[in-house]
């Protein structure tokens, strides 16, 4: 089948996928995630599965920027050079990283470090870290998620550009309480080329980009 809604119905353990003349069975998966996958409510999965190199985020917010991010690194849009990118839970990171060690390909998780980079992230993942798989989130416990990244790498710009009367404790509170809007209030930014010249990437995402390339 092409339909990777039929696919994701099936057990993932008894599925074999064929791309690019190769196939894979995924017959070590165990018996948790191939579950967590069949209860999955969307086609996540068989993207990931198919795509040669994939980056993984954490939410919304993420999924809303970091397109746009890459375009302005790259000159060009994340698909083309054969990525594709899926927004999962935090809790769901593992379950993509299980299947993802039985795949041939590179994946870059962009997440937040939540306050303790060595806790949440070296010590969380150290199982999964491997030449094809690899973590990004900024090292400082202060910066703890994006919205805090992206205030603290343009504070200038974001209260030059978002500040309104409504924002009455602050961009940064408005971030944190209004994520996907504030992700899209910047997106619509950013489609003035100019604004870039006073826009930050961080350089945890700068980071992840040129890694998975």
């Known amino acids: 089948t092409h339909s990777n809604m039929i696919a994701t119905r099936l057990d993932l353990k008894n599925a074999i996928f064929i791309s690019n003349g190769k196939s894979t069975k995924l017959n070590d998966l165990d018996k948790e995630t191939s579950s967590f996958f069949q209860k999955s409510p969307d086609n996540s999965a068989l993207d990931f599965i198919l795509a040669k190199k994939a980056v993984l985020v954490e939410g919304n917010a993420e999924y809303i920027l970091l397109d746009s991010f890459y375009k302005h690194l790259r000159k060009k849009e994340m698909f083309k050079d054969e990525i594709a990118m899926i927004s999962v839970g935090g809790l769901s990171f593992k379950r993509y990283l299980e299947l993802a060690r039985n795949l041939d390909k590179k994946i870059a998780v962009i997440t937040d470090n939540d306050g303790d980079y060595k806790k949440n992230i070296e010590e969380t993942y150290k ?70 010249n006073d826009f930050k990437i961080p350089d945890h995402i700068r980071e992840a980009y040129e890694w998975i390339n």
């Open 127 to 196: 199982y999964y870290i491997s030449e094809s798989i690899k973590i990004f989130a900024p090292k400082e416990a202060e910066i703890n998620t994006f919205e805090v990244c992206l205030h603290k790498c343009n504070e200038e710009f974001i209260n030059k550009h978002l500040q309104s009367s409504k924002m009455s404790k602050g961009t940064l509170a408005y971030m944190l309480k209004n994520k996907s809007e504030a992700a899209f209030r910047i997106l619509n930014l950013l489609e003035d080329e100019e604004h870039w």
